[in-house]
């Protein structure tokens, strides 16, 4: 519940922060301006990812057992298919809304259930923003 | 304490989405043409595309 609470308000903040493209852009650099707004929450993500595989967790001492928060396994989903969908991108900019929002299901579906957990809110976040594109 | 992580993975979420989108502001907030805009687009992809890389290498697949 807190946690789909501080999600809410996650979308909510970065939704209202959300620029809208310049002015002096043609249709065409607009198009441009919301592939890289869709970058930049693709990047995001991955960034978050590897935070959360930067923060270990430890076991009650006097156990020594450590463990990253976001598995490597989880964290090489999020950045083989943001990498991907990244490299999709520069080809196709104008195709930035079917490539990041299958990107988004794509590690939705290919985490495991501890990285469903931990990476789902900020994804649900992540189409939230894209939406608002 | 699970719930004092995730404001903490929160607060690092949201710290690195409003760096990005102040990047956005500074490269938009002038009158920015459609090129150096594509230009923008493209470095910004190659630097998502870095830190990637840089993770995978550092992580080989076991």
Not at chain 1, 86 to 106: C, E, N
């Amino acid at each position: 519940m807190k946690k789909s609470i501080l999600v809410f308000v996650f979308a909510f903040v970065v939704s209202g922060c959300a620029a809208h493209a310049p002015g002096s852009l043609s249709p065409a650099g607009t198009k441009i301006w919301q592939a890289d707004q869709a970058a930049a929450t693709l990047g995001t993500v991955q960034h978050l990812a590897i935070a959360l595989n930067m923060v270990q967790r430890c076991a009650t001492p006097p156990s020594t057992n450590c463990a990253p928060v976001l598995s490597d396994a989880n964290t090489r989903v999020v950045v083989t298919v943001v990498g991907s969908a990244l490299r999709t991108l520069q080809q196709v900019p104008d195709g930035w809304k079917v490539t990041t929002s299958t990107a988004l299901t794509q590690i939705g579906m290919q985490l495991d259930a501890a990285g469903k957990g931990q990476v789902t809110p900020y994804l649900q976040a992540a189409q939230t923003i894209l939406n608002s594109l | 304490m699970y719930a004092a992580l995730i404001t903490q993975l929160f607060a690092v979420f949201l710290e690195a989405y409003r760096k990005i989108q102040a990047d956005h502001q500074a490269a938009t907030g002038a009158q920015i043409t459609d090129e150096e805009m594509l230009a923008k687009f493209k470095a910004d992809i190659n630097k998502y595309i870095a830190e990637g890389d840089a993770w995978l290498a550092a992580h080989p697949k076991p």
